[in-house]
């Protein structure tokens, strides 16, 4: 039998060669260490894909942890229950199938961290409903916000990433004036912002 880090090793792999955008691992770690130094027990991830970051942060959570997460894509959410289920983790991870833009209003409850990593160029749509569904003092994590340089560089961003990239600017913007998060961006691979509700 495989054991849990063989199966992560091979949805990574399957990802590679899938081309599945996936967190890499400097920011898998981020997560992880997060997760255990807040004493974080209840996440909601929006963006499953193929479950991978689903599966990396389930791992770091405490025995009665559980992850909800959002995906769209109904192909990928068949591939992410068959690898949560190798994983031994289908009685902690709940995949809500749909649009995050029509599942987070009806969500109710506190998680104490939110993981973006959905379509970027939604992130500032989603943004309050994170605030309103995270705890006091609970994390919000969004990956992928220097969007390969683009969101901070002055270079000309072809038309195809121009949506993305102005609604990523608009969402660092946002993060910063929100009195009701205090948010640092750490510069590691694409970028992550993480945010305390205060
Ligand atoms: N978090 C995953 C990981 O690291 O293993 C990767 C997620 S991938 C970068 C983004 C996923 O978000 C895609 O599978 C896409 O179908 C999904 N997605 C995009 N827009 C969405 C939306 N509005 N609602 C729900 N899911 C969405």
């Known amino acids: ?48 894909a193929i479950g991978y970051s689903a599966i990396i942060m389930t791992r770091a959570l405490p025995e009665e942890g559980r992850l909800d997460t959002i995906e769209v894509n109904p192909d990928m959410v068949d591939t992410a229950w ?8 289908g009685n902690k991870i709940r995949i809500l199938e749909g649009d995050a833009g029509d599942i987070l209003p009806s969500l109710t409850g506190q998680y104490d961290m939110i993981f973006l990593d959905a379509a970027k160029s939604r992130y500032v749509e989603f943004l309050p409903q994170c605030i309103r569904l995270v705890r006091k003092n609970g994390l919000i994590a969004a990956d992928n916000v220097l969007y390969k340089g683009l969101t901070m560089g002055s270079e000309h961003v072809r038309h195809k990433q121009r949506t993305a990239v102005t609604r990523l600017r608009e969402f660092l913007r946002v ?24």
């Open 1 to 48: 039998m495989m054991n849990l880090d063989d199966i992560v090793r091979n949805i990574k792999e399957f990802a590679r060669q899938n081309k599945v955008p996936v967190i890499h691992d400097n920011t898998a770690s981020l997560l992880e260490i997060l997760i255990k130094a807040s004493g974080t027990a209840t996440i909601l991830e929006i963006g499953t």
């Open 82 to 89: 068959k690898n949560i289920r190798e994983a031994g983790m």
């Open 175 to 198: 993060l910063e004036k929100e009195p009701q998060l205090k948010t640092v961006l750490i510069p590691i691979e694409d970028g992550v912002t993480i945010s305390v509700k205060e």
